[in-house]
C-alpha cells in the first residue's frame, strides 16, 4: 500500500514538471517572435548622395546586412546584399545605387544617390616666346596659349583676355560652368638707340669767322624727340683754321646709346682776295645811296673777308664818316649825288653839277682826295629824268666824259631797289647773276639792312667758287646800259 501510494505520488510531481517546461517554452518563444521582433539591419558606407568628379574612379561603397533582434541586438546574423546599378564616371549626371537584402519573412532596402559632376576649371596654358618682349606704350602682341578642359575639351578659342597695367588676364568658363583663368606678366622693353641726325651732314666745312650754328635732331623709336638729352663734346673755334671733331651723344632710358661724329673743317680765308685766279669770275660789288646806319656793320664784313667794293655815297642820310672808314680801308669811292632827289637833280645839268659838287666836296672832306668815278642816280638809262629835263641824260653823259669822270651802270641787280626784301632773296639773285655774267658789277644798296646780312654768305659762296673781289677803278668794266633820255 505504501508503494502505491508512492508511485502515484511520483507520477504527479513528473506531470507538474512537463506543464512547467511548456509554458516555460511558451514564454521564450512568445518572448522570441513576439515581444523581440527580427528584422534586418542593412548599412550601405556611404551618405545619402554623394557627389564625384568627372572621370574620377568611383568605387561602390558596398553595403553590409545582418538580421538582429529588437531586444537582442547582440545578434547579428550576417546576410548577403545585392546592389543593382552602377556609376560611369565619363557621363555626367545622377545615378541610384539600391542596395537589398532578404531573409524569409524580412526585407531590407536603401538607395543612394550618386551624382558625377564637372567641378574641374579648364587649365590655360601661356606660351612664352624666348627672347620676347614689348616696347614701353605698345599693345602687347599675344605670344599664344591654349586651353583645354577635362570635359569640354579644346577650348581656346573662346578665351578672352584683356591687357591692364603690364598684365594681361585670360579667362574661359566651360559649360559646367567653372572659369579657368592666366595671369602674364608683360615684359617690357626696348633695343633700338636714338638716331641722331645732325644737319648740314657728318662733315662740315666753311671759311674762319663764320657764325657755326650746330644744328642736330635725335628721335628714339620710344621716348620720341630726345633732342635735349643730346651732349656734344668738342669745340669748334670758328676763329682758327683747323679740323675740329664733335661727338654727340645720346641714351635712352632702357640703356640704348647713339653716338655721331661730326667733322667741322674751318679753313683759313684767302689771303690775297683781291688777286684774280679767273678772268672770266671776277665781281665788284657796289653800294649806293649810303652811308647808312648799316654801313660799319658792311664794311666789318667786306673787312673780315678782306674784299673790296665800291660805294657810290651820297649825302642824303648823314654817317659821312664811313666814307673816311670805306677809303681807309681800301674801298672804291665814287659819286652818286648829294640829295639823289630826281627832281632836284635832273631839273637842269647845271643842278646836277652842283649837286654832284657838293658829293665831291664832301667826299674830299673825308678822304683828302676826289673820285673820278661816279654813278647816275636810276643809272644812265633812267627814263625818271625825262620828266624833268629831257635829253639831259645824252647831255651828262657827254659832260662827265669832259670832266674826266668814269660812270657806272651795272650788269647784275640785287634786287633791294626792287620786289627782293631778304637776304635769301638778294643772295640767291646775287648768285644767279653772277653765275650768268663772269664779270659782274653788282648793284646793292647798304641802305637796306637785309642787303648787308646776304654779303657773308654772298662772299663765301663765291671765294668757294674761285671768284675774285675787285674794287672799281676807272679802267675797269661799266657795265653802261646805253642812255635813254
Ligand atoms: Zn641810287
Same mark, same amino acid.
Given at each position: 500500500m505504501k508503494r502505491t501510494g508512492t508511485k502515484k505520488r511520483k507520477r504527479r510531481r513528473q506531470n507538474r514538471y512537463g506543464i512547467a517546461a511548456a509554458v516555460l517554452i511558451a514564454c521564450i518563444l512568445f518572448f522570441l517572435f513576439f515581444i523581440n521582433r527580427w528584422r534586418i539591419d542593412l548599412t550601405v558606407e556611404s551618405e545619402d548622395f554623394t557627389r564625384i568628379e568627372y572621370r574620377s574612379s568611383f568605387e561602390n561603397p558596398g553595403a553590409s546586412a545582418f538580421v538582429t533582434g529588437s531586444i537582442l541586438r547582440t545578434v547579428r546574423i550576417p546576410v548577403p546584399v545585392k546592389s543593382e546599378g552602377s556609376v560611369d564616371t565619363n557621363w555626367l549626371g545622377t545615378t541610384f545605387l539600391t542596395y537589398r537584402a532578404e531573409v524569409l519573412w524580412m526585407k531590407a532596402e536603401k538607395k543612394i544617390e550618386v551624382r558625377v559632376a564637372d567641378t574641374t576649371p579648364p587649365v590655360i596654358s601661356l606660351a612664352h616666346i624666348e627672347d620676347f618682349y614689348t616696347l614701353p606704350g605698345q599693345p602687347y602682341e599675344e605670344e599664344g596659349f591654349e586651353a583645354v578642359d577635362d570635359h569640354d575639351g579644346d577650348l581656346t578659342d573662346q578665351v578672352t583676355s584683356e591687357e591692364k597695367e603690364g598684365f594681361v588676364y585670360y579667362s574661359v568658363t566651360d559649360k559646367s560652368g567653372n572659369t579657368g583663368r592666366a595671369v602674364r606678366e608683360i615684359f617690357y622693353d626696348d633695343r633700338e638707340a636714338p638716331v641722331i641726325t645732325l644737319e648740314g651732314g657728318d662733315a662740315v666745312s666753311f671759311y674762319e669767322g663764320r657764325d657755326f650754328r650746330d644744328a642736330y635732331s635725335a628721335v628714339d623709336n620710344v621716348q620720341g624727340d630726345m633732342t635735349d638729352k643730346v651732349t656734344v663734346e668738342g669745340e669748334v673755334d670758328t676763329n682758327t683754321p683747323g679740323t675740329y671733331e664733335l661727338t654727340y651723344t645720346v641714351t635712352d632710358d632702357f640703356d640704348n646709346t647713339c653716338k655721331a661724329v661730326r667733322t667741322v673743317t674751318v679753313k683759313p680765308l *684767302?689771303? /690775297? *682776295?683781291?688777286? +684774280?685766279?679767273? $678772268?672770266n669770275k671776277v665781281i665788284y660789288l657796289t653800294f649806293d645811296d #649810303? *652811308?647808312?646806319?648799316?654801313t660799319d656793320r658792311l664794311l666789318d664784313i667786306l673787312g673780315r673777308f678782306h674784299v673790296k667794293a665800291t660805294f657810290f655815297v651820297t #649825302? =642824303? !642820310? #648823314? !654817317?659821312?664818316?664811313c666814307i673816311a672808314r670805306e677809303a681807309k680801308e681800301g674801298h672804291s669811292i665814287g659819286v652818286h649825288t648829294y640829295s639823289h632827289d630826281y627832281a632836284s637833280i635832273y631839273r637842269s645839268t647845271d643842278a646836277f653839277w652842283s649837286d654832284f659838287e657838293k658829293t665831291e666836296s664832301l667826299i674830299e672832306q673825308k678822304t683828302g682826295k676826289r673820285t673820278s668815278l661816279m654813278r647816275f642816280p636810276g643809272g %644812265?638809262? /633812267? $627814263? +625818271?629824268?625825262r620828266d624833268y629835263c629831257p635829253g639831259i641824260m645824252t647831255t651828262l653823259v657827254r659832260q662827265a666824259a669832259d670832266k674826266g669822270l668814269t660812270y657806272f651802270d651795272w650788269n647784275v641787280e640785287s634786287g633791294d631797289a626792287g620786289g627782293t626784301t631778304s637776304s635769301a632773296g638778294v643772295y640767291q639773285n646775287i648768285r644767279d647773276g653772277v653765275s650768268q655774267m663772269g664779270v659782274a658789277v653788282v648793284l646793292c644798296h647798304d641802305v637796306k639792312s637785309y642787303t648787308v646780312d646776304a654779303m657773308e654768305d654772298t662772299i663765301l659762296w663765291a671765294l668757294e667758287n674761285g671768284y675774285t673781289f675787285l674794287p672799281l677803278t %676807272? %679802267?675797269? *668794266?661799266? =657795265?653802261h646800259h646805253g642812255v635813254s633820255n
Open positions: *684767302p689771303k /690775297n *682776295p683781291d688777286k +684774280v685766279l679767273d $678772268q #649810303g *652811308p647808312y646806319q648799316y #649825302g =642824303a !642820310y #648823314g !654817317y659821312s664818316d %644812265s638809262s /633812267n $627814263q +625818271v629824268s %676807272s %679802267s675797269s *668794266p661799266t =657795265a
